[in-house]
């Protein structure tokens, strides 16, 4: 049982920065792939990031690369979004998930899930 956590989310203007965490509990996580993913209103879920626990290996959608970096704290069993330059476009509401295996960019792969965290980018 794998339980995360998502916190960081908010108001900001177009241009700026937000820090998401997402907050692991109930195992270990060295084999497995951390990703965060959005949903805007009306949109299908889609792939953000991700990140191996093992290696520290990343992974990104073309839409944040040179934006957005993912990262973990093995010791906090922590994974961070550092979102910036951040645009309107990228309002939605931002999961963090976890899977057992190798590296996904689909969404079904991934066993578990956070609560979600809104993040609101203002022009």
């Known amino acids: 049982q794998v339980q995360l956590i998502e916190s960081g989310g908010g108001l900001v203007q177009a241009g700026g920065s937000l820090r998401l965490s997402c907050a692991a509990s109930g195992r270990t996580f060295s084999s497995y792939v951390m990703g965060w993913f959005r949903q805007a209103p009306g949109k299908e879920r889609e792939f953000v990031a991700a990140i191996s626990w093992s290696y520290g290996v990343t992974y990104y959608a073309d839409s944040v690369k040179g934006r957005f970096t993912i990262s973990r704290d093995n010791a906090k069993r922590t994974v961070y979004l550092q979102m910036n330059s951040l645009k309107p476009e990228d309002t939605a509401v931002y999961y963090c998930?976890?899977?057992?295996?190798?590296?996904?960019?689909?969404?079904?792969?991934?066993?578990?899930w956070g609560q979600g965290t809104q993040v609101t980018v203002s022009s």
């Open positions: 998930a976890a899977r057992s295996g190798p590296y996904s960019r689909y969404e079904m792969a991934y066993d578990y």
